[in-house]
């Protein structure tokens, strides 16, 4: 079944950093959304990229989107250690009405 | 705080028992979708309910059934639980049938079947 790939799927850095992760998909999408969950617990909504945009921000979060490659990437800047979470991104590919989850980004952020 | 609630928080049943979970969407939103989010993967659609309708549905077998009310809230029901049914269970709603805008999703339901 379609659903995106996030690369690196575990990432540790020091408070302060940025960290960087990126997203592949298969098909043409309507729109790419981003999210975040905390220890097992429901996902918070980061970031819906469309098709049509290149690059969106919200607050410390930078996403980009290259339809060419069929790739995202998700930047924290100035990572803080509540930034600990697992990242996922979720392709909506036309004419389906699924968000299609990888098994998403295991962030560490150390104080 | 997304406004999307769900019950019970968690929930613990045995195998070949019945199971009833519930969601209220957040205020606005028609359409509502389910997950099931095992440990350590991502979270697999199971169905969407757009207007007290059903609109599409995941690669998860008839046992897994749902409703959604006139005041749009939901209800995930699986029948016969087997082992393999544990997971978290997310609901999303947003104000659009299908994906063109933002799916909320609420704190989800975690079940353990024994």
């Known amino acids: 079944s379609q659903q995106g790939e996030e690369d690196p799927q575990a990432l540790s850095i020091q408070e302060g950093e940025n960290a960087t992760m990126n997203c592949s998909y298969k098909?043409?999408?309507?729109?790419l959304q981003w999210y975040r969950q905390n220890s097992g617990r429901g996902l918070v909504h980061l970031i819906l990229?469309?098709?049509?945009?290149r690059e969106k921000h919200s607050g410390r979060l930078r996403v980009t989107l290259d339809t060419s490659k069929k790739s995202s990437s998700l930047l924290i800047t100035a990572s803080r250690a509540a930034d600990t979470a697992s990242y996922f991104c979720?392709?909506?590919?036309?004419?389906?009405?699924?968000?299609?989850f990888g098994k998403g980004n295991q962030v560490v952020v150390i104080p | 705080e997304t406004g999307v609630t769900q019950s019970p928080t968690h929930l613990i049943k045995t195998r070949g028992q019945q199971v009833t979970l519930r969601c209220s969407s957040q205020?606005?939103?028609?359409?509502v979708s389910w997950y099931q989010q095992a440990l350590g993967q991502g979270p697999q659609f199971i169905f969407q309910?757009?207007?007290?309708?059903?609109?599409g549905r995941g690669n998860f077998p008839p046992r897994f059934s749902g409703l959604q009310f006139p005041n749009y809230s939901s209800e995930l029901n699986v029948n016969a639980l087997e082992l393999d049914d544990s997971a978290l269970y997310l609901c999303?709603?947003?104000?659009?049938?299908?994906?063109?805008?933002?799916?909320?999703f609420g704190p989800g339901t975690r079940l353990l079947v024994l």
């Open positions: 999303a709603s947003s104000s659009q049938r299908g994906l063109q805008e933002t799916q909320y």
């Open positions: 098909t043409s999408i309507n729109n």
């Open positions: 990229i469309r098709s049509n945009e």
């Open positions: 979720a392709p909506a590919y036309y004419g389906n009405n699924r968000l299609a």
């Open positions: 205020s606005g939103h028609n359409t």
């Open positions: 309910y757009y207007r007290e309708e059903e609109n």
